[in-house]
């Protein structure tokens, strides 16, 4: 009698033990997905920020034109300066927080919308649209745009993965053990004109 019961303590321990085991590897196996996002998200603000360093040298080389709409390029300075008054804590949060994530995207698509425009509008200054400043630029822009729209597909799949195996049972249930830290990623979602280049024909 004594001996079954040792013999049953060691097998509730085994099953305790292999529990925490199991929970203990699927929290590593989250971290290292969350960690993966989040490098992911790191990339898709770097092009960002390569665009918008280059909004300032774009501006400065438009408004030198002779009668170039002046709404235009004011509506790329605004929108470049909304994207700059996102507070860093509510971008770096974004990947957990689908409202924060949402103002950042809403805000970003904004400005590329305005640029995209604003290269549109350039069609109709030959002089502008032909010196070497803005066609460097515009080749700078374009291919940053290319850029972001594959660092955010890159995103993607970077969330989709998380995503994926946190919704797994019964990973589900082990990652609500840990409250908010490993909510759902949101995903980017596709807008018009927001994850392709600008396209400008520059044939005279």
Same mark, same amino acid.
């Given at each position: ?12 321990? #085994? ?5 925490? @085991? ?23 603000? =770097? ?6 360093? +280059?909004?300032? =040298? ?8 002779? =009668? @170039?709409?002046?709404?235009?390029? +004011? ?25 924060? @994530? ?5 805000? *970003?698509? *904004? ?22 400043? /803005? ?5 700078? +822009?374009? #291919? ?17 993965? /998380?995503? &994926? ?7 589900? /249930?082990?990652?609500?053990? @840990? ?9 980017? *979602? ?8 600008? &396209?400008? =024909?520059?044939?005279?």
């Amino acid at each position: 009698m004594q001996g079954n019961r040792s013999y049953t303590g060691w097998i509730v321990l #085994g099953v305790i033990a292999i529990g925490i @085991f199991y929970v203990g590897a699927t929290y590593n196996a989250l971290v290292r997905l969350d960690q993966a996002v989040d490098a992911q998200w790191g990339q898709v603000q =770097n092009v960002y920020q390569r665009r918008a360093d +280059l909004v300032p =040298n774009l501006v400065a080389t438009v408004k030198g034109a002779a =009668n @170039f709409e002046k709404s235009t390029y +004011l509506a790329v300075t605004q929108a470049r300066a909304a994207v700059a008054q996102i507070p860093p804590a509510t971008v770096q949060s974004a990947t957990s927080d689908p409202q924060a @994530f949402a103002r950042d995207a809403q805000a *970003q698509d *904004q400005l590329g919308a305005a640029l995209s425009h604003l290269l549109v509008t350039v069609e109709n200054y030959p002089d502008l649209k032909a010196t070497q400043n /803005f066609l460097t630029l515009q080749s700078q +822009l374009e #291919g940053t745009e290319n850029r972001i729209a594959v660092e955010r597909m890159h995103y993607n799949e970077a969330a989709q993965a /998380f995503n &994926t195996k946190r919704d797994t049972a019964p990973t589900v /249930f082990i990652a609500g053990l @840990f409250g908010s830290k490993f909510n759902e990623k949101p995903y980017f *979602q596709a807008q018009a004109g927001a994850q392709s280049a600008p &396209t400008v =024909n520059f044939t005279p």
